[in-house]
């Protein structure tokens, strides 16, 4: 039944299609027999044209004779308009219907024009024009000519949007919004040729031009990148530090928590201040955010120093006189160098190193290089002083330093936190209890203590360092013992004129670092 129904249906189409031929072919036999009939109704004449073509035989007084159309034609010939009339025999329309010879191409830009008409001397009348042609420019280009100008042009916009939205996010930052640290200029800035062969430190030689102010963002993320971590070295309230390996060089890695992003950049901004590297400053090497697919990490690579803080050196080891003053000075070396403005020469790029406090200056935030020189870290929670229009660059963040080692106006909040000096000046209160902290592993050494072991807990309350601090006015005790070398005496002198409880009495750091130096020297010594 099925196989009826189908082939019914086959023989209903194949009809269809035998009756829409013959429809066709039908026409083309009605269009025939009219052109036929038109040509006989004409008389065996013919239909008369206009003609001037170059010949007596085939243009006899400018008029010929044809049984299909009369044909005018426009052209250009050596740069002139050329006009042409003939006649256009039955046997050349091909096809009948719409013929070839009639026809004028849909180019705009034609270099022919044709016509073609049915009644005698039609064409006579026919004044074909070409339309002008547009002066000669290049060919359009090819796709595979536009797609790289599109994308270069696209780059260019992308790099220009990220130094914008960069810069807003700066800007963002230091009113206190949530920062993010920049990824967009690294994508404009090119790898460095001998990230592969070079160590850190040539690098770091090679790209800062001498201004201090750190290696390129792109040189930062690729090292960032190719860190493998090894074991960890430290834990803190920001996150941990680990110790990292870069083609065979150890690196310090500071991973903070995602809370502690304000920190973070703060302290990758501060580090990558022009003119701050200096050999008592710990190195700063690259600073990312990776995505390690749960939450982002925030690293903080830096130069890594083998023996540690100087909290774990004094805690392990005890100190003679001469690295006691080696240390001490090394300290103040770079305290002085981050409280120091540089001033950039005038009209220069670089408009020079801006004065920084530290606020938070304590032996774990001291590291020991293998020298038993040391370097100042964590620097985040330090302040810029602005010169131009006397302010401070305060971190938004809600850390504040570590209630030990704070100074009695920062304790009771009578600092003038508008100016700039008191910052300098309550490094120097911290600088004296770190001084007091070496001196006690020195000579007949007594066993590592924090300052004001004796009249705090161990993790004091702000409540109770003010009570000791401002209210009492105590200080760490000096061992009589120190009195009788010569060394320590003097050390103790300089640690009693940091913590005075009047800020302005206090010592500087750069006074501080002449003073060491005085006590270092052979003829002090042998006094």
């Known amino acids: 039944m099925h196989a009826e129904q189908l082939r019914d249906k086959i ?147 992308v790099c220009v949007a990220i130094s914008v939205w960069w810069k807003r996010s700066r800007n963002k930052h230091k009113r206190g919004s949530r920062p993010l640290f920049p990824v967009e200029e690294s994508l404009c800035e090119t790898r460095h040729q001998m990230m592969g062969t070079a160590t850190i430190r040539d690098m770091i030689e090679l790209t800062t031009s001498g201004s201090g102010s750190g290696l390129p963002l792109l040189v930062q993320r690729s090292i960032a990148r190719q860190i493998q971590l090894v074991d960890i070295i430290g834990k803190g309230r920001f996150g941990e530090v680990w110790r990292g390996r870069w083609h065979g060089e150890n690196v310090a890695v500071k991973i903070f928590s995602s809370r502690e992003e304000c920190s973070w950049f703060r302290e990758a901004e501060i580090y990558q201040t022009v003119m701050l590297r200096h050999e008592n400053i710990l190195g700063f090497i690259a600073a990312d955010n990776k995505d390690n697919g749960t939450w982002t990490q925030l690293w903080l690579i830096t130069n890594y ?90 971190p938004s963040t809600n850390r504040v330093g570590t209630k030990r080692y704070m100074a009695p106006e920062v304790l009771d909040e009578t600092m003038d936190t508008r100016q700039f000096d008191p910052y300098k000046r309550s490094d120097v209160y911290s600088f004296g209890l770190v001084l007091w902290e070496m001196a006690r592993r020195c000579g007949i050494p007594d066993d590592y203590q924090p300052p004001y072991y004796d009249c705090v807990p161990p993790d004091p309350a702000l409540e109770d360092m003010r009570r000791v601090v401002c209210v009492e006015k105590r ?51 042998k006094q």
């Open 11 to 157: 023989r209903v189409l194949r009809n269809g299609k035998e009756k829409q031929n013959q429809i066709i072919c039908k026409t083309k036999y009605i269009y025939v027999h009219v052109l036929i009939l038109h040509v006989t109704l004409l008389g065996y004449e013919g239909l008369k044209c206009y003609c001037n073509i170059d010949s007596p035989s085939s243009c006899p007084n400018s008029t010929c004779e044809t049984d299909g159309y009369c044909y005018a034609s426009t052209n250009i010939e050596k740069g002139v308009q050329k006009y042409t009339y003939h006649c256009l025999d039955f046997k050349s329309l091909i096809p009948f219907e719409h013929p070839f010879s009639c026809s004028t191409t849909k180019n705009k830009n034609a270099s022919v024009v044709i016509e073609c008409c049915d009644t005698h001397m039609c064409n006579r009348e026919l004044r074909l024009e070409l339309q002008t042609k547009p002066p000669e420019t290049s060919p359009p280009p090819s796709a595979w000519q536009v797609v790289p100008w599109i994308v270069g042009m696209m780059m260019v916009g």
């Open 305 to 394: 120093h083998e023996n540690g803080s100087l909290f774990d050196f004094l805690t392990a080891h005890t100190i003679d006189s001469t690295t006691l003053i080696k240390m001490a000075l090394s300290i103040a070396t770079g305290l002085a160098h981050l409280h120091m403005d540089i001033v950039g020469t005038k009209g220069s790029v670089l408009a020079g190193k801006p004065a920084i406090a530290h606020r938070d200056l304590k032996s774990k935030n001291i590291l020991v290089k293998t020298n038993l020189t040391c370097v100042i870290g964590d620097l985040g929670l330090a302040v810029r002083h602005n010169v131009a229009s006397d302010s401070v660059d305060v």
């Open 475 to 525: 200080r760490p005790n000096v061992p009589n013992r120190w009195h009788s070398d010569p060394v320590l005496s003097a050390i103790s002198k300089v640690m009693k004129e940091c913590w005075y409880q009047n800020p302005a009495a206090r010592l500087t750091a750069l006074r501080i670092k002449k003073t060491l130096a005085n006590i270092g020297s052979p003829d002090y010594i």
